[in-house]
């Protein structure tokens, strides 16, 4: 079973606060992930935070529907695939840190499980443009530039 993983990171003119709050909004991630189709909070924990949820989302050989489930730290939220249709499993991590001055690095990890019959060049890179675009998708609606 193939596994692709991309780590990148940018920085971000934003509030920390405000950083946290984007990412943790999983249910207007299509706002600003453009692979993101569909997302939908399916539980969430007595805090209010998201548990888990539901997504429908455009890849290189089709649509994927998935269910991911989250945990939150102060500085970070993490994933787990619950259940998935093109992927066998996903793991991620947005981890932020204060630069100062009302600027928030965020570094992003992806990790992503499948049967797919594709050459490993071609996973490498659309793994990392995967991440990239999550990224510059991140940094345009929080900085409010165009995409």
Known sequence: MPTDSSTQNVEIDAAFEDVLATIRDVASQPEWIPEILEAEVLSTFDTGLPQTARFKAKATVGTDRYTLSYDHTD?????????????????????????????????????????????????????????????????????????
């Open 75 to 147: 500085d970070a939220m993490s994933w787990t695939m619950l259940s998935g249709v093109l992927q066998t499993g996903q793991e991620g991590l947005y981890t932020l840190t204060p630069l100062g001055s009302g600027r928030v690095r965020v570094t992003y990890e992806l990790t992503i499980h499948h049967n797919l019959p594709l050459p490993g060049f071609i996973r490498s890179r659309v793994i990392r443009g995967l991440v990239a675009s999550t990224l510059t998708g991140l940094k345009s609606h929080l900085e409010g530039a165009p995409v």
